[in-house]
């Protein structure tokens, strides 16, 4: 007796249940919205050796936000959740131009060097205080985080002395806005980091125990997980993630803002990982669906400008957007929606009669 095949609506329904089939269609939606306005938008042109396009700058202006999306998604994945990641963006970009700023030669690769490794210390600095204040003292992570959220916009404007520091060196350009292979340089550089995120947190048991901390902390402890460790580890690796895209930021203008640099970015970041599937309950988490959500969210942004919605409106345009897509990845809303009417339609086939059921039932007297 031959196995009935699985039926189209059946094939369909599971490809609509997949954690990123919604995020996906969404991200295809916005990207087709702006044919109309810009019939090119699909275009890729190679000028004086180097791709530009649409879709390049949408990846290109999206990787400080894929990176700050990937660290908030393990941070998230453990019960928690970053504010300060703006702070640190404009504390590494402050400190590393700073620093540029004051040498003779600000083309040389030694001090250019030097000065990315002091951002990026200084911002994973920044990520172990927020793990030792939420591991270790037990505060909640929404006010540890808050404390540099607010003191490190603070710091960065000490450090620039209140001014916008720029520079001009070449070698520093290369990390934001160079090209190498004809791409934008930062592409190789979210390219790299998502790959080393996602084999130390699938091919290794590094992301089950994330996990597992996130489930439940006071069972991974009990079971020999340290669960203080991992989220140290992973606030810190937050803030490293935090650190590179600040340096991108200001590589790409050459010039660091201690007071508008990563403006909010936390916001667009916590808004990209519930848009790629995670949950802010902790638990499980998806990489990739974090680079779609952060891709959708650039996408929206690249879209508001594309068909002209007006300044005063496009936080109330981007917000719309955003509810709608966490609506359709909202299963019970898809089956009120969606499912109402073939629930109505067809009734459940009626249960089989146990031998209780089936057994004659003994009236009894009064």
């Known amino acids: 007796m031959s196995t009935p095949s699985v039926t189209t609506p059946s094939r369909w329904r599971a490809l609509t249940h997949h954690h990123l089939f919604w ?125 540099i959220m607010v003191a490190g916009r603070g710091v960065a404007q000490l450090i620039t002395d209140g001014q916008i520091i720029t520079i001009n060196s070449e070698p520093y350009k290369l990390i934001g806005g160079g090209y190498w292979l004809t791409l934008p340089f930062s592409i190789f550089v979210v390219a790299a980091v998502v790959a080393v995120t996602v084999a130390l947190t699938r091919r290794t048991a590094l992301g089950l125990l994330v996990e597992s901390v996130g489930g439940n902390a006071e069972a991974s402890r009990l079971v020999g997980i340290r669960s203080m460790r991992i989220k140290i580890m992973v606030y810190m690796f937050c803030a490293l993630c935090a650190g590179i895209a600040g340096l991108m930021i200001s590589s790409n203008t050459s010039a660091a803002d201690g007071n508008n640099a990563g403006l909010w970015i936390e916001l667009d970041a916590i808004l990209a990982v519930v848009i790629g599937g995670t949950s802010l309950l902790g638990g499980r988490f998806s990489i990739g669906g974090t680079v779609i959500g952060a891709l959708v969210i650039q996408t929206l942004t690249t879209t508001i400008y594309t068909i002209g919605v007006p300044t005063q409106t496009n936080l109330v345009f981007k917000a719309v957007v955003v509810i709608v897509v966490c609506l359709l990845q909202s299963p019970k809303f898809r089956a009120k929606v969606f499912g109402a009417k073939g629930r ?13 059921d089936a057994a004659p039932k003994m009236e009894v007297s009064r």
Do not use: E
């Open 23 to 147: 995020p996906v269609a969404v991200l295809v939606a916005l990207l087709l919205v702006n044919v109309p306005f810009t019939p090119d938008f699909f275009s890729i042109k190679m000028t004086d050796g180097h791709l530009y396009g649409s879709l390049v700058s949408i990846v290109l202006f999206g990787s400080p936000l894929i990176l700050v999306a990937v660290g908030m998604t393990l941070v998230i994945a453990t019960g928690g959740i970053d504010l300060s990641v703006g702070a640190v963006v404009a504390i590494t970009g402050a400190l590393t131009c700073s620093y540029i700023s004051d040498q003779a030669d600000q083309n040389a690769l030694s001090g250019v060097f030097l000065a990315m490794g002091i951002g990026l210390v200084a911002a994973v600095v920044c990520g172990l205080w927020n793990g030792f204040l939420v591991a270790r003292m037990g505060i909640q992570p929404i006010i540890a985080t808050l404390i």
């Open 344 to 356: 109505g339609k067809t009734a459940a086939p009626a249960a089989p009669a146990t031998p209780a």
